[in-house]
C-alpha cells in the first residue's frame, strides 16, 4: 500500500522536476572526468581568464579551471550528501525501533541519552569539532551523523511505539511471528514514508553544512567544494570590480541552490504537496 502511494506520488510535476535536476547532478559527478581534460588542482592557464572554449566558466585566481571543480565540487556536496543520509537513516532507525517495540527501561535510558543529544546547540558543536578534528570529509561526515541521528530516532521511536500496539501487530504475534520477524515484515515497511523524509532532510543538511563548513576554512582541501569556491571568489578583492564574479561566484552558489532545490521538490512530492 505504502509503495503504491509513493509510486504514486512520484508522478507529480515536482517529483519529476526534482527528479531531473538529482538525475542531473549525479551524471555531473559521474562524468567529470569525461566532461573536462583537466584536474581541480592543475593551474591550467593564465589567473582570471573569461570564459573561452578551453575554459568553459573562465579561470581563477590561481589559474585553475572553474569549470572542473564545479564538476567535481558536485561528487563532494553528492558524496557528503548520501552518506550522512544513509548513515542517519541506519542509526536513527535501528535505534528508534529497538527503543520503541522492546519500551520499558531500557527505552527510558535511550531515549534521555536522545534527548541529550536534541539538548546540544547543532551548529555551535559542529564548528568546534570541525576545527578541532584533522580536516577530512570523512570526519565532517561522521560529524554531520552523530548531530543527526537522535532526531530520527526520535520519530522512528514515536510511529514504532503506535505501530507496535496495533490490530495486525498483535495479530501477526498471536499467529507465532517471532519480534524479528513483525520487525522486518511489519514495522519497516510502515515506516517507509518516515524513513524517506530522513534521506531527503539529512541530504539536504548534510550538503548546506558541508558548504558552509567548506566556506568557512574547515573543509577538506583535497577535497573540491563549492563552498570553497565561492569563499575565495568573495575573498579576491577585485571580484566585484570586474566580471569575474558571473563565472567565478554565481555558478557554485547556483549549483547548492538548485541542488538543495531538487531534494525539496522530491520530498515535498513524497509528503503529498503536487
Given amino acids: 500500500m505504502h509503495e503504491k502511494k509513493l509510486l504514486q506520488r512520484m508522478k507529480g510535476k515536482k517529483a519529476i522536476t526534482g527528479l531531473i535536476i538529482l538525475f542531473f547532478y549525479i551524471i555531473m559527478a559521474i562524468s567529470?572526468?569525461?566532461l573536462t581534460s583537466y584536474?581541480?588542482?592543475?593551474?591550467?592557464?593564465q589567473p582570471l581568464l573569461a570564459p573561452d572554449a578551453d575554459h568553459l566558466l573562465g579561470t581563477d585566481d590561481v589559474g585553475r579551471d572553474i569549470f572542473t571543480n564545479l564538476l567535481y565540487g558536485s561528487r563532494t556536496s553528492?558524496?557528503?550528501?548520501?552518506?550522512?543520509?544513509?548513515?542517519?537513516?541506519?542509526?536513527?532507525t535501528l535505534a528508534g525501533v529497538?527503543?520503541?517495540?522492546?519500551?520499558?527501561?531500557?527505552?527510558r535510558v535511550m531515549m534521555r541519552s536522545v534527548d541529550i543529544f536534541l539538548?546540544?546547540?547543532d551548529l555551535p558543536l559542529i564548528l568546534i569539532l570541525?576545527?578541532?578534528?584533522?580536516?577530512s570529509i570523512w570526519n565532517i561526515i561522521f560529524i554531520l551523523i552523530i548531530m543527526g541521528w537522535p532526531v530520527g530516532a526520535r520519530i522512528t521511536r514515536a510511529q514504532t511505539r503506535t505501530l507496535r500496539v496495533s490490530g495486525h501487530m498483535d495479530f501477526a504475534r498471536v499467529s507465532g511471528a517471532k519480534d524479528w520477524y513483525v520487525i522486518r515484515k511489519h514495522i519497516i515497511p510502515d515506516l517507509s514514508p518516515?524513513?524517506?523524509?530522513?534521506?531527503?532532510?539529512?541530504?539536504?543538511?548534510?550538503?548546506?553544512s558541508e558548504s558552509g563548513l567548506a566556506f568557512l576554512g574547515l573543509g577538506d582541501p583535497s577535497y573540491p567544494s563549492w563552498g570553497s569556491m565561492i569563499k575565495y571568489a568573495i575573498v579576491y578583492p577585485l571580484?566585484?570590480?570586474?566580471?569575474?564574479w558571473k563565472w567565478w561566484l554565481l555558478p557554485a552558489g547556483i549549483c547548492i541552490t538548485l541542488l538543495v532545490l531538487g531534494f525539496v521538490f522530491v520530498g515535498q512530492a513524497l509528503e503529498g504537496d503536487k
Fill in 98 to 107: 529497538f527503543s520503541g517495540y522492546v519500551g520499558g527501561k531500557l527505552d
Fill in 32 to 34: 567529470a572526468p569525461v
Fill in 119 to 121: 539538548m546540544i546547540p
Fill in 130 to 135: 570541525a576545527a578541532y578534528l584533522r580536516p
Fill in 239 to 244: 571580484v566585484f570590480f570586474t566580471d569575474a
Fill in 39 to 45: 584536474s581541480p588542482s592543475d593551474v591550467s592557464s
Fill in 194 to 208: 518516515i524513513m524517506i523524509t530522513t534521506v531527503v532532510i539529512q541530504s539536504i543538511r548534510a550538503i548546506l
Fill in 78 to 92: 553528492l558524496t557528503v550528501a548520501f552518506a550522512v543520509s544513509f548513515g542517519v537513516l541506519v542509526i536513527g
